[in-house]
């Protein structure tokens, strides 16, 4: 009889020997053979620093799939390099689901604007699922003689040279949101003084610290700053109010049309297999409708936002091309 294997791992004689009760006690064995992804600890690189939106968002995440998958599933900050030291990781593993990228704006549709000759495609990744999106908001210390987004666009407008602003090096929502606001405003940003830091929290430190004028931060890094009286929020960037901060005027009703989130999705290497993607996506599109994970979404001011693969990758390159029309 011939020993050719199946996929399984079986031979036709290891089968036929399991006799009668095949259908029972093989079928399970099969399956186990063929779904072997999940079995080991996953990792999630993330290109900035901790306590951002997109980082707590990961971690939510990666709680919740602890849960259900039982495997570890660990996100890994790895800040710097405008992000490319991390994407760079995620491109060079293997394509087999253990190593994806927490992917906000910063690393995916921003990055090809803000850093010149990538030693890789941004298009090139595989696009798993968009998960959820942040607003951002513009902070001053609470002492600053700035108190309306009017008074900071003035005084950036009479003295560039001397305006200074928390930046994250780029490649940043927060950073964009600051070209979009200067070009509105009519000011030159490349006359004034940024502040290159690692992390959203650090924006909040700094703006605290009176250390800048002013920062854009996303709300989950700026909350408990505005609770303690350390920053001071002056417009939400977003076309609504924020919920959970009724009085914080928008851009928008400031005369600045500034409506751009900071989404978090999830991406793997190029040539990752749609086995994978499909189940990320299924347990993805299951842990946003668990209240709890919903609940825990807004105590950071993020909203679940579900794109599946194709939408996701769809989205993201559209806004790369908005995003090199402003880095012009």
């Known amino acids: 009889m011939s020993k050719r294997q199946h996929g399984s791992g079986f031979t036709r004689r290891d089968i036929l020997k399991l006799g009668a009760s095949a259908p029972l006690a093989a079928l399970p064995m099969l399956s186990h053979a063929q779904d072997a992804y999940r079995q080991r600890g996953i990792d999630i690189l993330y290109g900035f620093g901790p306590g951002s939106s997109g980082d707590l968002t990961c ?33 060079n593993a293997a394509p087999d689901g253990y190593t ?9 549709s921003m990055l090809a604007a803000v850093v010149r000759n990538l030693p890789f495609k941004v298009a090139e990744r595989t696009f798993i699922a968009m998960i959820a999106s942040n607003n951002l908001m513009f902070v001053v ?17 009479r003295d560039p040279q001397s305006f200074t602003w928390a930046s994250q090096g780029g490649a940043a929502t927060a950073d ?21 830091v690692r992390s959203q929290t650090e924006i909040a430190t700094m703006a605290a610290g009176n250390q800048v004028k002013v920062g854009v931060v996303v ?13 001071r929020p002056l417009a939400l960037s977003a076309s609504a109010r924020a919920p959970n901060l009724p009085n914080v005027p928008t851009t928008a009703e400031l005369g600045y049309p500034i ?15 749609a086995a994978v993607v499909a189940k990320w996506n299924g ?14 979404l807004a105590k950071i001011g993020s909203v679940p936002r579900y794109l599946n693969a194709v939408e996701f990758r769809d989205y993201v390159l559209r806004e790369a091309a908005e995003v090199e029309e402003l880095y012009r």
Not at 144 to 156: E, F, H, I, N
Not at 219 to 231: R, T, V
Not at 259 to 273: E, M, N, Y
């Open 176 to 196: 964009y949101i600051m070209r979009k606001f200067a070009r509105l405003s009519g000011f030159d940003i490349a006359k004034t003084k940024p502040v290159t």
């Open 59 to 91: 971690r939510i995440a990666a709680a919740w799939l602890r849960k259900k998958w039982h495997v570890p599933l660990n996100v890994i900050n790895k800040p710097g390099g405008n992000t490319v030291p991390a994407v760079l990781d995620l491109y």
């Open 219 to 231: 709300i989950a890094a700026a909350q408990s700053a505005i609770q303690g009286g350390l920053i």
């Open 283 to 296: 347990a993805l599109q299951e842990m946003l409708k668990e209240p709890d994970v919903v609940a825990q």
């Open 259 to 273: 409506d751009l989130p900071v989404w978090t999705g999830i991406s793997g290497p190029p040539k990752l297999p």
């Open 141 to 157: 210390n609470p002492l600053s003689p700035y108190k309306t987004l009017k008074d900071v666009a003035d005084d950036a407008k």
């Open 100 to 108: 994806l990228l927490g992917d906000p704006p910063g690393s995916s």
